[in-house]
């Protein structure tokens, strides 16, 4: 079975300033895609950012960008010019690529903003 | 186009109770799923249903049921309710096929006293 950790439970930054969140997991599989979620104070679950496992380039979306190093089964998310819009929990998840739509979750890393 | 709905958004049981909690969504997703988020957990997977009258269980199934009626539809059912089972409940969908996004609900979260 598919395991994802997170081993920060928490981690704060200054405004405007760059984080970095980890994300180990671990897979015998080849082919399976990797996400980030965010999770602000409204409950709701909001994707950031999904990275395919074929894909070399490292994925990224406006201010949010992926370190993946499959080789190791590293999957980070950097958050650029960190905004207090920003602060949330954060999840990693694992997803195969074969069969349904399973995601397996990492225990989330809640990020505070200091202004 | 709602996207995926919840209710009830809070819920209070007393042990031993039952209760269905409700979720649809209209974006025609034949992959739906329950989700429960504990402190210190993340999300872990409870049941899920690749399409109508298909169900399947995740990894903490026990004390929960599922059916799938209709592609909008997929409620959660708690016979007995426990303790244990004092969480906050997520329902998701996606198509079925490729690298597609899954779409969350808002979330119940329910307490048993």
């Known amino acids: 079975a598919q395991t994802v950790t997170q081993s920060q439970p928490e981690m704060s930054v200054q405004e405007a300033e760059t984080v970095t969140l980890s994300c180990t997991y671990d897979?015998?599989?080849?082919?399976?895609?990797l996400f980030w979620y965010k999770q602000p104070p409204s409950r709701q679950m909001i994707l950031v950012i999904r990275?395919?496992?074929?894909?070399?380039q490292n994925a990224t979306e406006n201010r949010f960008s992926v370190n993946f190093q499959k080789a190791a089964k590293s999957f980070s998310l950097k958050i650029s010019d960190s905004q207090l819009g920003d602060a949330a929990m954060y999840f990693c998840?694992?997803?195969?690529?074969?069969?349904?739509?399973?995601?397996?979750f990492g225990q989330g890393t809640r990020l505070t903003i200091n202004p | 186009n709602a996207g995926v709905t919840q209710t009830p958004k809070f819920q209070v049981l007393k042990t031993g109770q039952s209760m269905t909690l409700q979720c649809a969504q209209d974006?025609?997703?034949?992959?739906m799923s329950w989700y429960r988020q504990d402190p210190g957990m993340g999300l872990r997977l409870i049941h899920y249903?690749?399409?109508?009258?298909?169900?399947d269980q995740g990894e903490v199934p026990n004390g929960y049921n599922v059916s799938r009626s209709t592609t909008e539809d997929f409620p959660l059912r708690l016979l007995s309710a426990a303790p244990s089972q004092t969480s906050v409940y997520f329902c998701?969908?996606?198509?079925?096929?490729?690298?597609?996004?899954?779409?969350f609900g808002p979330g119940t979260r329910l307490t048993v006293l």
């Open positions: 998701a969908s996606s198509r079925l096929a490729g690298n597609n996004e899954q779409f």
């Open positions: 897979t015998s599989e080849s082919d399976y895609y």
């Open positions: 990275q395919e496992a074929y894909k070399q």
């Open positions: 998840a694992y997803r195969s690529a074969n069969g349904a739509q399973k995601l397996v």
């Open positions: 974006m025609n997703h034949e992959y």
């Open positions: 249903s690749v399409g109508a009258g298909i169900t």
